[in-house]
């Protein structure tokens, strides 16, 4: 077994303050939205990759990969987000056994009132607080972290 490599003061200082800022940062911005707008983070993530693809549609498969669920998770989730008559599921033309995802009328008008409500959230608690470098920075840092995520990825 190899030498673990401890966290030196600077980087558990930065890891720590990352994982406190991205759960209380996510954590705010979900509750907010649900009471303002009645949609969980969740219910917002899905509505969204729904709502930029041409038809309105994805198939089950994409969609999970996107919001990064598990298959029995996205299940249950898409079942509820029915019930509620945001989305509808349909069986793929041409793959019986795979599902393709649509949202609803009402799921585009729930996603249309929400948007605005979130996009300036976003601004007020994360966006406007930081300077256009570290902007930047950020988006090189997610960037590298995605890269080596995905890269060492074993898919399903």
């Known amino acids: 077994m190899s030498e673990v490599r401890w966290l030196d003061d600077r980087e558990q200082l930065a890891w720590r303050g990352f994982v406190s800022m991205h759960s209380r940062l996510l954590s705010r911005l979900e509750r907010r939205l649900q009471r303002e707008t ?21 198939r089950a498969f994409e969609l999970g990969a996107e919001v990064d669920w598990e298959k029995s998770r996205l299940s249950h989730h898409l079942r509820r987000m029915a019930d509620r008559g945001l989305v509808e599921r349909h069986t793929c033309d041409t793959d019986g056994r795979g599902a393709v995802i649509l949202i609803t ?20 608690w994360f966006i ?15 960037q590298a972290v995605t890269e080596r995520l995905t890269a060492d990825d074993p898919g399903p």
């Open 38 to 58: 009645g949609l969980s983070g969740a219910d917002y993530a899905v509505l969204v990759s729904l709502s930029e693809s041409p038809e309105g549609s994805r």
């Open 105 to 124: 009328d009402a799921g585009r008008e729930a996603i249309e009132k929400a948007a605005p409500y979130h996009a300036e959230e976003v601004r007020r």
């Open 128 to 142: 406007d607080l930081l300077t256009p470098e570290q902007l930047q920075a950020l988006t090189q840092i997610s």
